[in-house]
């Protein structure tokens, strides 16, 4: 059985940098939709505080997913050194597609087939996917292009993330200040070398009363325009949730590896918000009885980039390992793991091995 292998990667940053000033005009509402009666300064440095998230990236009005997405993935194929006519299937991840200024998500034709057409890729047994799974979008497609080599009905794939947040927030929601845009790419090749690449990988779907808990909804100012609809999220069962299931479902991912968690390098976590990638990465290690650890196991770049989805972890793949995040490398022959939670909800998780 092939396995599968990360042969190159590309990111793409959106070049405005939104800082905290950005957000100074705004009337902040409460989730039950009352007017917040405090200054902006004092509920944004509340939510600094809270999340870290002290700069953003959004892209300018001119740019779309679909070309961050075609931008990434353009620089992943040059890094793999392959012919893009090789690429048997294109998977790409988002979750409101080619958002247009106006916020409304537009999936037709595919994001996936938009990039096709952008690179100008010919063979027509090229096949195009979307992935759509919330915030774990690119790890799940990952997984899929895993299973379609495994299965030999693939050799090389090129998996995106990209997504535009920016257009899809609501201004009176103070979550608004989490979310940003960018975009991550890799291609994966199959190899018959054994016990390399994706290693092992599981997910979790809880589609019950957690269906709710990232959705989409109207403004929470009631006096505003009702007919578009915005992300909405219930944070505080989001962190609950997360931290009683996604150090769980990574531990289970490791052992099925065979592995523990001495023998992992790294942990690229979605970059959701710095208190609960700090909590969970705290919990999975107390579930292997570990009190003192490394904190540069698990990198972090929220603080300077946002929460850009299912871009968080890709582009922090590629800023590893092209070198360009300072004091983070990945190790020769060394494990990592790759994992994310998000709307549905959903949690997934792959422990990589380096060849």
């Known amino acids: 059985m092939p396995n599968t292998i990360i042969i190159g990667s590309g990111s793409y940053l959106p070049g405005r940098i939104i800082g905290r000033d950005y957000f100074l005009g705004s009337d ?35 740019l779309s997913n679909s070309q961050i997405g075609y931008e990434a993935a353009k620089i ?40 096709k057409n952008k690179l100008g890729i010919k063979n027509r047994k090229c096949v195009t996917y979307d992935m759509l799974f919330g915030c774990p979008g690119w790890v799940e497609a990952m997984i899929l292009a895993d299973n379609l080599i495994k299965a030999k009905v693939a050799k090389t794939i090129l998996v995106i993330g990209a997504e535009t947040l920016s257009r899809v927030t609501d201004p009176h929601d103070r979550n608004r200040m989490i979310f940003a845009d960018g975009a991550g790419a890799v291609v994966v090749k199959a190899t018959d070398d054994e016990n390399v690449g994706i290693i092992a990988h599981n997910t979790i779907c809880d589609n019950g009363p957690e269906l709710d808990y990232l959705a989409n909804g109207p403004s929470i100012n009631k006096e505003s325009d009702q007919t578009r609809i915005f992300v909405r999220m219930q944070g505080r069962k989001i962190y609950e949730y997360a931290l009683k299931n996604v150090p769980a479902a990574i531990k289970e991912t490791i052992e099925d590896a065979g592995l523990s ?76 793991v790759m994992t994310s939670v998000g709307a549905g909800m959903n949690i997934n998780a792959i422990v990589y091995r380096f060849p």
Do not use: W
Request: proline share 3%; no cysteine; charged share 30%.
């Open 28 to 62: 902040f509402y409460s989730e039950d939709g009352v007017k917040i009666d405090k200054p902006a300064e004092e509920t944004i440095a509340k939510f600094v505080e809270i999340t870290e998230i002290e700069n953003r990236r959004f892209i300018e009005e001119d």
């Open 76 to 115: 992943a194929i040059e890094d793999a050194k392959i012919d893009q006519e090789e690429l048997d299937y294109i998977i790409y991840a988002s979750n409101f597609g080619e958002v247009t200024v106006h916020g409304y998500a537009d999936f037709m034709p595919t994001m996936a087939a938009r990039v």
């Open 261 to 336: 968690i001495e023998d992992i390098n790294k942990i690229l976590i979605h970059q959701a918000n710095a208190k609960m990638d700090y909590a969970m990465i705290e919990r999975l290690h107390k579930l292997y009885n570990v009190k003192d650890y490394d904190h540069s196991i698990s990198p972090m770049t929220i603080q300077e980039f946002g929460n850009s989805s299912v871009a968080t972890i890709p582009t922090m793949f590629d800023l590893i390992i092209k070198g360009k995040m300072e004091g983070q490398s990945f190790k020769d022959k060394g494990n990592i």
